[in-house]
C-alpha cells in the first residue's frame, strides 16, 4: 500500500515561501516510477481542489492557473519525494495541502480528488497579511 507523508507546512507571510515534501513509500504493486503525485489544497469551507502534479515517469508537471509562476513542483527519485516550494505566498493559499498519488505515468489535467486512490494526512499551510 502506497503511503505518502507531508512535511513542512507552516506560518508564513504574504510574499514569503515555504516548501511542502511528500515522502512517498510502499510501492508494492507498481513501481513508483508509474505513478503520478501532486498537491491538493482545501481551505475552511471550500472544495479540496488541484495545485500541482508530477509524473515519477518522466517529470513532467502540470499546475492549477492560480499557482503558475509562483509554485514549482519537483522530485528526488532516490529519496522518492515530491517537493512543492511555494514562492510568492498569498494568504488565498491558506489551506491544509494534501499530497496525493495515483498509479499511473501521464498527467491527467483537472482530474478531481476522486482520480486519486492514495493520500497523506495534510499539513497546514497559513499564509498572513
Known amino acids: 500500500q502506497v503511503q505518502l507523508v507531508e512535511s513542512g507546512g507552516g506560518l508564513a507571510q504574504a510574499g514569503g515561501s515555504l516548501r511542502l515534501s511528500c515522502a512517498a513509500s510502499?510501492?508494492?504493486?507498481?513501481?513508483?516510477?508509474?505513478?503520478?503525485i501532486g498537491w491538493f489544497r482545501q481551505a475552511p469551507g471550500k472544495a479540496r481542489e488541484g495545485v500541482s502534479f508530477i509524473s515519477t515517469k518522466d517529470g513532467t508537471s502540470d499546475y492549477a492557473v492560480f499557482v503558475q509562476g509562483r509554485f514549482t513542483i519537483s522530485k528526488d527519485d532516490v529519496r522518492k519525494t515530491v517537493y512543492l516550494q511555494m514562492d510568492n505566498l498569498k494568504p488565498e493559499d491558506t489551506a491544509i495541502y494534501y499530497c496525493?498519488?495515483?498509479?499511473?505515468?501521464?498527467?491527467?489535467?483537472?482530474?478531481?480528488?476522486?482520480?486519486?486512490?492514495?493520500w497523506g494526512q495534510g499539513t497546514q499551510v497559513t499564509v498572513s497579511s
Open positions: 496525493a498519488a495515483v498509479w499511473g505515468s501521464e498527467i491527467v489535467p483537472n482530474a478531481g480528488p476522486s482520480y486519486y486512490d492514495h
Open positions: 510502499g510501492f508494492t504493486f507498481h513501481d513508483y516510477n508509474d505513478y503520478v
